[in-house]
């Protein structure tokens, strides 16, 4: 049963252009949420989201960042227009649809960015 | 006043030693605690789950909750070097809510 799966898990990119970041849940996960992880800091909700839909996005910055989960295919979170401020590792984690032992989330090995 | 609190460490023990990793919080609505272990440049790992005032023991691992005091632990018996990571406590509101992290403890278990 395959985990999390994030790709890529390195990316480079200069200031200016635009960042795409894959994340397949866990089969059977209909939840998926990402999370930043500042150098030396915590991880940082981002975004909610289940198909086609998101739920909560209150840790989104207001502009540059989206993201999206289809009907088909993998969640992307999309940064356009990158900054230096966003390098960071970008963490993906799913949930299942009906979780009865409550909220067990897990997570993926991770993408880091690295803007230059 | 952060949310989470948790001590940064380093914390160095001895192979063998009990390690006991902790975490407040402020807020009483949070309901559902979870401690991931995250190894350098990787993915936090869920280690432990639950959702009510107690004990939770697994293996090595004991999760403890304070819904009173809003305290968490975790305990690691017969630590080994491959303990060596930083422990995260998660903590959230409600089933499919986003998780509140701890800043993470850096723990170093010296053969």
């Known amino acids: 049963n395959a985990g999390v799966m994030q790709n890529p898990r390195h990316l480079v990119r200069r200031r200016g252009q635009e960042a795409r970041l894959r994340c397949s849940p866990m089969k059977g996960h209909s939840h998926v949420y990402w999370y930043r992880q500042l150098p030396e800091e915590g991880l940082k909700f981002m975004v909610y989201l289940q198909k086609e839909n998101i739920i909560d996005e209150s840790g989104m910055p207001k502009e540059r960042f989206s993201a999206e989960f289809p009907k088909e295919g993998p969640s992307i979170l999309r940064i356009q227009q990158v900054v230096r401020g966003d390098s960071a590792a970008y963490f993906c984690a799913s949930s299942p649809d009906r979780d009865i032992l409550g909220n067990t989330i897990y997570f993926g090995e991770g993408s880091w960015l690295t803007v230059v | ?111």
């Open chain 2, 1 to 111: 006043q952060k949310e989470v609190e948790q001590d940064p460490g380093p914390l160095s023990v001895p192979e063998g030693a009990i390690v006991s990793l902790n975490c407040t919080y402020s807020n009483s609505a949070f309901q559902y605690f979870m401690w991931y272990r995250q190894y350098s440049r990787k993915g936090p790992e869920l280690l432990m789950y639950t959702y009510s005032s107690g004990n939770k023991e697994d293996g090595r691992f004991t999760a403890q909750v304070d819904k009173s005091s809003k305290y968490i632990s975790l305990f690691i018996r017969d630590s080994q070097p491959s303990d060596s990571a930083t422990y995260l406590c998660a903590i959230t509101k409600a089933a499919g809510n986003k998780l509140t992290f701890g800043g993470g403890t850096r723990v170093l278990v010296k053969p």
